[in-house]
């Protein structure tokens, strides 16, 4: 765990949030790291939280280890998560080379299994690659996570997967949460075969809603989320190598229904009627977003990183950031927005 020196004496009225959380891969464990430190302040309550793929098991998890433990179940409970992860991928063929291990680089762009499983994904369905269908994260959820408390907690969960037949977010709230869903919110198509629930095939929620914010307003009574972003909105040098291109493009696709959500949720508050019930929902609305240019650093081929070393260096940034957030805005949670949605109007 990072040192307790990293906490600063942080004083607040009880206020409610809801959060809202990227997917990403391993990057997923930055998220892990922001949730952990932000747990540790009894005066930050968390009425919601909506996740897409890595989000949506740190959501899944932080909400049950929630409702068993409050608020050290909860972090325990997602250590133990990534922990399994990474104990499950210690014998996976997936591993940095030798080159990136002596350059001190956490992608696995020289692995000679990633790069023949990246031009495999590339010509091969994973229908034919894996027939069975087997993903080892169903065997770890189905051990970290109580699917039946879950239906019952208090913390309302929102969970996105895309249906592929057609094409549109469908989002799965805490009764309807199951591995199934979970595995549907992060399956790539290309590397794992549609996830099917109830007779309709789910790929990656990022498509769709990357997360969802829109539930978060209408069925909590937060005021205030707090986005967890993972995946980089701008970079300032274009990409060159395939790699990078091929990068860029999910990074555009996996943020433009995002954007899109932000966009409307900004001029919404510009023109809902705080006169009625609904409209006070919108034009009350802050918007809040924790973020790292740590990730923006990081090769793409590092989402499929597993080692321990790198969650711990992921779960530290995520920590620092949540601190830095802190620091600077907990006076504004509950009072303003810190993320500056307008500037989104200006862009159409």
Not at 59 to 84: I, K, M, Q, S, Y
């Amino acid at each position: 765990m990072a040192n307790d020196a990293v906490k600063a004496a942080i004083t607040h009225d009880p206020i409610l949030v809801d959060l809202a959380l990227q997917g990403g891969g391993s990057h997923g464990a930055f998220t892990w790291g922001v949730l952990d430190r932000l747990l540790e302040e009894p005066w930050l309550g968390i009425d919601g939280i909506s996740g897409t793929s890595a989000g949506a098991m740190n959501a899944a998890v932080l909400v049950d280890g929630h409702a068993e433990g409050g608020a050290a179940g909860a972090r325990t409970a997602l250590e133990n998560f990534w922990r399994h992860v990474s104990e499950a991928a210690r014998f996976s063929p997936l591993r940095r080379g030798p080159l990136d291990v002596i350059l001190g680089r956490w992608t696995l762009d020289s692995s000679p299994i990633y790069v023949a499983m990246d031009i495999m994904s590339r010509l091969v369905s994973p229908y034919d690659l894996n027939p069975m269908g087997k993903n080892p994260l169903r065997a770890i959820l189905a051990e970290t996570i109580d699917f039946e408390r879950l239906a019952r907690a208090p913390t309302k969960l929102f969970i996105t997967a895309t249906n592929v037949r057609t094409g549109r977010g469908h989002v799965f709230k805490n009764n309807a949460v199951t591995p199934d869903v979970l595995l549907a919110s992060a399956c790539l198509p290309t590397m794992f075969q549609a996830v099917e629930i109830d007779g309709e095939p789910y790929w990656d929620g990022g498509y769709s809603g990357n997360p969802t914010i829109t539930p978060l307003i209408r069925e909590c009574k937060s005021q205030d989320t707090i986005l967890v972003q993972i995946n980089p909105v701008e970079r300032e040098r274009p990409p060159r190598s395939a790699a990078e291109i091929l990068n860029r493009l999910n990074e555009v696709s996996f943020n433009a229904v995002l954007l899109k959500e932000l966009r409307m949720i900004a001029l919404l508050r510009q023109v809902a009627d705080p006169g009625n019930s609904e409209g006070a929902q919108w034009a009350g609305m802050r918007i809040h977003r924790i973020s790292s240019e740590v990730l923006t650093e990081l090769g793409a081929s590092s989402k499929l990183n597993a080692e321990w070393e790198f969650f711990s260096l992921l779960r530290d940034e995520g920590r620092k950031s949540a601190q830095v957030f802190l620091e600077s805005h907990a006076s504004n949670l509950g009072r303003r927005s810190t993320l500056d949605l307008d500037v989104l109007l200006k862009q159409i």
